[in-house]
């Protein structure tokens, strides 16, 4: 092999060599950023962002509860009556059968149980009696039923007439936003842009520019804040158990909804 093809051939290895160092060099550093992208180079900022809105469904539970003797099939009976009536009412002022849904159905036992334990005869002897077992009496049928309504000029009617219909117990009432995505992207729209806004403030402060975007993590407040009305979970009839009353005036107040967003950018 001729002293010129040496050269040529050791010139190439050379070149194949540092272009493989290369990639590699590059894959490496590519590699590197995605499984930890700038993380010593990075800076994060928040921002929260606040929609206040008027909710659009009330919802609240009634029960039927019925107690009686040992005879079940007939409190059975009565109870499911009573409730039927109550929920017919409840379609009758516009209720859409899938805003109607039965929460729970409980029956249960009631007992008697006897005296019993040690005792002393006219001699003074110490007697221990075993003790009888309780003896069941009677039962206790519940039911508990959810209901939403959408025309809150209804909703103080719908609540006396489900007691005036066999339900002794109205309880839970709060308002709340049936479909909250609207309200959700406008608040998330606003928490972000508070946060390019904090970016760019920190980044003229820090003497660094903003680089590429490299996460958003987001947030929801826990609880809906209320403002002007009933509002929270719990309402106003926590329990109402009359007969006859008048229909509650009922308010649905607003409600402030918050995201917050926290995004992470590469410092250039």
């Known amino acids: 092999m001729s002293e010129r093809i040496k050269n040529i051939l050791g010139a190439a290895i050379i070149v194949g060599v540092v272009a493989f160092a290369y990639a590699a060099v590059s894959y490496v550093g590519t590699y590197s950023e995605s499984i930890e992208p700038s993380s010593f180079r990075s800076f994060g900022v928040s921002g929260e962002g606040k929609v206040v809105a008027v909710p659009d469904v009330a919802q609240f539970t009634f029960s039927v509860l019925t107690e009686g003797g040992e005879n079940l099939g007939a409190l059975q009976r009565d109870n499911t009556e009573k409730v039927n009536k109550a929920i017919a009412f409840v379609k009758s002022k516009g209720v859409d059968e899938k805003d109607i849904s039965t929460r729970g159905y409980n029956v249960e036992p009631r007992y008697e149980s006897f005296p019993c334990g040690p005792s002393y005869g006219p001699s003074g002897e110490y007697i221990n009696r075993s003790c009888p077992p309780a003896r069941i009496v009677g039962y206790t049928v519940n039911q508990v039923v959810q209901v939403k309504v959408r025309d809150f000029s209804k909703v103080g009617d719908i609540l006396t007439g489900v007691v005036e219909s066999g339900a002794n117990s109205v309880s ?97």
């Not at 049936?178 to 806004?197: G, L, P, S």
């Not at 970016?199 to 975007?213: D, I, S």
């Not at 979970?233 to 005036?249: R, V």
């Open 172 to 268: 839970s009432l709060s308002f709340t936003i049936d479909d909250r995505t609207q309200v959700e992207a406008k608040a998330r729209n606003e928490a972000i842009a508070k946060a390019k806004e904090k970016a760019r403030e920190v980044a003229k402060a820090g003497g660094f520019r903003v680089g590429r975007l490299l996460s958003i993590d987001e947030g929801y407040s826990p609880y809906p804040r209320f403002y002007d009305g009933v509002g929270g979970g719990g309402g106003i009839a926590e329990t109402m158990s009359l007969k006859t009353a008048p229909a509650p005036s009922i308010e649905p107040g607003s409600q402030e909804v918050v995201v917050t967003v926290t995004l992470r950018y590469e410092i250039q």
